[in-house]
């Protein structure tokens, strides 16, 4: 089976609750940021991103929150379902490169 | 939607082998990436490549390389296979360098 995620955190919730994954980035000069979901067996899936310039961006269901004086990032999933369940990883792109720093990821499960 | 596909899900090699990872996406992206992805780890970089016929090392080179003909296929190429390269293998594109990666599903690949 999958290897990826054996040593990850994990968050577990119950249905219909809402869930807060975190992300704390490395690089102050980083000015692009994403989240990704990765199912199980599956390539990472594009959720929301957000810029340096915003604090907040919402998309269906998830909110992205950027501190910068922290250098914090968060997900917020709003009603948490069962097909919510997957790994959640960050993404953070360094100003002026291609390059992009991710994070190791957070499980999320999701309790019926 | 952005398609990003790979030739294998799985596939086992043995030692010394070479191997080929085909990558292909359907968006006329000009930008093509190949990740590898372990336990603990973050995505690394393995290649990177801006156009065709052009690349550039990412941050673990060593053992890879890649070839780019055309400009919806990458190829990632293990020159002699060997254990340490068993790993998920994940291949991304993108419009501009600095923009959302699109990831393909991944071919888990064993070294034997």
């Known amino acids: 089976g999958e290897s990826v995620g054996l040593h990850l955190p994990t968050l577990s919730v119950q249905e219909g609750d809402n869930s807060i994954i975190n992300c704390a980035y490395s690089n102050s000069a980083s000015d692009y940021f994403i989240w990704y979901k990765q199912e199980s067996g599956k390539g990472p899936q594009f959720i929301i991103d957000i810029r340096s310039n915003m604090d907040k961006r919402q998309g269906q269901r998830v909110t992205v929150l950027l501190n910068k004086t922290v250098k914090h990032l968060s997900l917020q999933i709003a009603a948490t379902q069962p097909g919510d369940s997957a790994v959640y990883f960050c993404?953070?792109?360094?100003?002026?490169?291609?390059?992009?720093?991710f994070g190791t990821g957070t499980r999320l499960k999701v309790l019926a | 939607d952005v398609k990003v596909t790979q030739s294998s899900r799985y596939l086992v090699k043995r030692t010394g082998e070479k191997v080929f990872l085909e990558c292909v996406q359907d968006m006329d992206h000009e930008n093509m990436f190949w990740y590898r992805q372990d336990p603990g780890l973050g995505l690394r970089l393995i290649y990177f490549?801006?156009?065709?016929?052009?690349?550039e090392k990412g941050d673990i080179p060593e053992g890879y390389s890649v070839s780019r003909e055309k400009k919806e296929r990458f190829s990632l190429i293990l020159e002699s296979a060997s254990t340490n390269q068993t790993s998920m293998y994940l291949c991304?594109?993108?419009?501009?360098?600095?923009?959302?990666?699109?990831f393909g599903p991944g071919t888990r690949l064993t070294v034997l």
């Open positions: 993404a953070e792109l360094i100003s002026g490169t291609y390059k992009y720093i």
């Open positions: 991304a594109s993108s419009p501009t360098p600095a923009d959302t990666q699109y």
């Open positions: 490549s801006y156009d065709v016929k052009m690349k």
